[in-house]
């Protein structure tokens, strides 16, 4: 059996031969591809020191979402090419650690396809499900292997990539005191979306004040920014997310904060602009025309470039313990009035949230029986 050679991984090759003083590339597993095999690379750059923050960027998870690898490796050469020259970059890196799997399922994207060469959909393959039900069809299936959305037979070990995906991030980024994980999508709609946990059930994640005040600082630092950060069950219910399975064990009662995230970009921002894409399977997923792929990335560069420094300063505008009620409180009523009010939705939930602080400022305060509609609103939300 022969290896075979991705354009992206050629890519990836030739970036790590660049940027070899400052990172490591490995393999973080083989897989099988019928009449080829392939290796899922892992790049790791910074420092390993597991009391310092960490980031991991995931890309290529659905082979035919080309794009989401594109986006982590050219934020890797962005950062291969400044550390030439860029003293605050590599005093940066020398208080954090740095994680790139950027393809994922090398096998589905030879082959063009959204599941890995055997017909799995790894989004769907890990071990969880999703107890009040999930999105009929798109949320998991275990009819048949040349259907899509296909979670895999049930009792049998997840794949390769899946396995090989949760051993990075138990052992390169849950070894840290913090860490912020994302991975890479492209899919239907308008709207760039950042998802957090969970997509099997719509019960708050521990961490919904964190990513709160995530949000936050995101929208007072890139004010134009179009990003609607949600929890993915606000979209659609799945079986078996990967990252569901990788979050769950994470409790408020740990020190451990663990926020992983999904960006699902919005491909019909380029459907639309060329509708003819929609006549290719590549071209419904992808950018085709070069300067639309170039203003997909430079969009999302910043994005990458923003969590990681979120990630280094986190110190800093994490919540302390008499804030995160409030930020959940802010966080859960606006889900709420999220999914009540369909015209609510595409708005990023603390432009929300800031209209909440006018309004409370008008009132002098929260008043005590404000506080107890948005507990009830919370409870409502998550039932
Ligand atoms: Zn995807």
């Not at 590339?25 to 290796?39: C, H, L, Q, T, W």
């Not at 390993?48 to 982590?72: M, N, T």
């Not at 291969?80 to 940066?92: A, E, G, K, S």
């Not at 020190?255 to 399977?281: A, C, D, H, I, Y």
Request: proline fraction near 5%.
């Amino acid at each position: 059996m022969s290896a075979v050679e991705l354009p992206e991984y050629v890519q990836l090759q030739r970036i790590a031969t660049q940027g070899q003083e400052w990172l490591s590339m490995s393999s973080a597993g083989r897989v099988n591809g019928g009449k080829y095999e392939f290796d899922i690379p892992l790049v790791t750059l910074g420092n390993p020191d597991p009391v310092l923050p960490a980031i991991g960027f995931f890309g290529g998870v659905h082979g035919l979402e080309r794009i989401g690898s594109q986006v982590v490796i050219a934020f890797l050469h962005s950062l291969v090419m400044r550390l030439q020259w860029d003293v605050l970059l590599r005093q940066q890196l020398q208080k954090m650690r740095m994680v790139f799997m950027p393809i994922v399922n090398p096998g589905g994207m030879w082959r063009g396809t959204r599941a890995n060469p055997q017909g799995v959909d790894l989004m769907r393959n890990a071990p969880v499900h999703a107890q009040n039900g999930a999105a009929w069809w798109v949320g998991g299936q275990r009819y048949s292997r040349h259907l899509p959305w296909y979670q895999g037979a049930l009792g049998e070990p997840m794949q390769t990539e899946a396995q090989a995906l949760c051993e990075v991030v138990r052992s390169q980024l849950l070894t840290h005191s913090f860490s912020i994980t994302l991975d890479c999508h492209s899919g239907f709609g308008l709207t760039d979306r950042i998802w957090f946990p969970f997509a099997n059930c719509a019960r708050p994640m521990a961490h919904l004040p964190e990513v709160h005040a995530l949000s936050a600082i995101l929208d007072q630092s890139q004010a134009q920014h179009q990003y609607v950060m949600e929890p993915q069950s606000r979209q659609y219910r799945t079986h078996g997310d990967l990252w569901d399975y990788l979050y769950t064990p994470h409790n408020s009662a740990s020190e451990q904060v663990f926020l992983p995230l999904t960006l699902e970009m919005g491909s019909w921002l380029w459907v639309k602009k060329n509708p003819r894409q929609l006549l290719s399977k590549q071209g419904i997923f992808n950018p085709l025309i070069t300067h639309r792929h170039n203003r997909v990335l430079r969009r999302h560069l910043v994005l990458l470039d923003f969590l990681t420094r979120a990630a280094f300063s986190h110190e800093e505008w994490l919540p302390q313990p008499t804030q995160r009620q409030d930020h959940y409180e802010q966080a859960a009523y606006f889900s709420d009035r999220g999914r009540l009010f369909q015209i609510d939705r595409g708005r990023r939930f603390s432009v929300i949230a800031d209209e909440s602080r006018v309004r409370a400022s008008r009132v002098g305060n929260i008043a005590q029986s404000s506080t107890i509609n948005l507990k009830q609103a919370v409870q409502r939300s998550w039932m």
